[in-house]
Nanobody, 125 residues
Framework: QVQLVESGGGLVQPGGSLRLSCAAS????????MGWYRQAPGKQRELVAS???????DYADSVKDRFSISRDNGKNTVYLQMNSLKPEDTAVYYC???????????????????WGQGTQVTVSS
């Protein structure tokens, strides 16, 4: 089975930067797309950024020009570089992976979507 493990969250002052990482574990064959969502208290989970296996990216309007998503296909890892952070960026950030192909118990399997456990990002002075 596939697990997504996030790291890199924390407390940062407004205007600061953080880099989130998410590594997918397991005998992975391919992952069509990876991305980051966030959920602030009392709000719905929203897409922050996504990236396909061939490098096409998509960003929420609120983070364009401040955040940058990248991935290392060889390591099945996705990164989110967050610059010029604002208090409204405070949320739990979740990594996700779409259309995953992997080996498990000698059988080729697929998952439509997997989620990480989430990492807290707090932007405050």
């Amino acid at each position: 089975q596939v697990q997504l493990v996030e790291s890199g969250g924390g407390l940062v002052q407004p205007g600061g930067s953080l880099r989130l990482s998410c590594a997918a574990s397991g005998t992975i064959v391919s992952i069509a797309a990876m991305g980051w969502y966030r959920q602030a208290p009392g709000k719905q989970r929203e897409l922050v950024a996504s990236i396909t296996s061939d490098g096409r990216t998509d960003y929420a309007d609120s983070v364009k020009d401040r955040f940058s998503i990248s991935r290392d296909n060889g390591k099945n890892t996705v990164y989110l570089q967050m610059n010029s952070l604002k208090p409204e960026d405070t949320a739990v950030y979740y990594c996700n992976a779409d259309r995953i192909m992997y080996w498990y118990s000698a059988v080729l399997r697929s998952d439509s979507r997997s989620w990480g456990q989430g990492t807290q990002v707090t932007v405050s002075s």
